[in-house]
């Protein structure tokens, strides 16, 4: 009889030395009603702790979340990035920035800071954040551009030393605003939110969806206080646009 290789066998399923067979990988559930118990509790478990960072923004950020009409007066409206289409603002940025320019006509902020990505010199979102704002009547003064807001927790630090923003209505989508508020306030940042409502399309629920995951780096970041990407030095920007501002509504006096 022929003697069969050390692969023949293990695909036969034998026992080879050194290897895993497919048998000995299969995975079983247990069988004892203890072994279950332990399971079960496993996952309630795993399940607290992935969604214990959600359950931290909500309960942070719920009290400070409000209307347009109910977002209390502020000097600063912060515009956060989301996404441009064929370098126009996304149907999402746009709403975020039609509530910008709502605060700004019902006199809540006197100005906006618009905060995004402009890594590439083909993808400028501040810009393109500026040039919707203006069409909207915001005076092209009043808006001041960070260039690199990376991410939520670089424009907050960002706006608060870069900046000198130490209070300011953020605006965002529903999904995100929490963790605008959090991330902010851990900044330095007094900070109020007022979330836009959108269609509950695909977009809307990965966004919501997404939140759930970046809870958990949003609460490192608080715990850790990392450098942003890119500081760099104080921008006066913010106060020249107050001053000017005040310079103008002193002169309609």
């Not at 399923?13 to 069988?31: D, H, K, M, S, Y």
């Not at 370098?87 to 902020?109: I, M």
Request: glycine content about 10%.
């Amino acid at each position: 009889m022929r003697l069969r290789t050390p692969w023949e066998r293990g695909r036969a399923g034998a026992a080879v030395p050194g290897r895993l067979t497919v048998a000995r990988l299969r995975l079983r559930p247990p069988r004892t009603r203890r072994g279950q118990r332990r399971l079960v509790q496993a996952l309630m478990v795993a399940c607290a702790v992935a969604l214990a960072p959600a359950t931290w923004l909500h309960t942070t950020a719920d009290a400070r979340v409000r209307t347009t009409a109910g977002a209390p007066a502020q000097e600063v409206a912060v515009v956060f990035g989301a996404g441009l289409w064929e370098g126009r603002p996304s149907p999402y940025l746009a709403r975020r920035l039609d509530a910008a320019a709502e605060l700004y006509r019902t006199g809540k902020v006197r100005v906006v800071l618009v905060t995004g990505d402009n890594s590439r010199v083909e993808y400028d979102e501040p810009d393109a954040m500026r040039t919707y704002l203006t069409a909207q009547g915001v005076p092209d003064g009043r808006i001041v551009s960070d260039h690199a807001g990376f991410d939520t927790w670089d424009s907050c630090v960002r706006a608060r030393k870069v900046f000198g923003v130490d209070r300011a209505v953020l605006v965002s989508q529903g999904f995100h605003i929490r963790r605008a508020i959090a991330l902010c306030r851990s900044a330095g940042i007094d900070a109020y939110g007022v979330g836009v409502d959108d269609v509950h399309d695909v977009t809307w629920y990965y966004g919501g969806t997404r939140e759930v995951l970046a809870a958990g780096k949003a609460l490192l970041d608080v715990v850790f206080e990392p450098d942003p990407h890119f500081l760099g030095p104080r921008e006066p920007g913010v106060a020249e646009a107050l001053a000017e501002d005040l310079t103008a509504a002193g002169g309609a006096g």
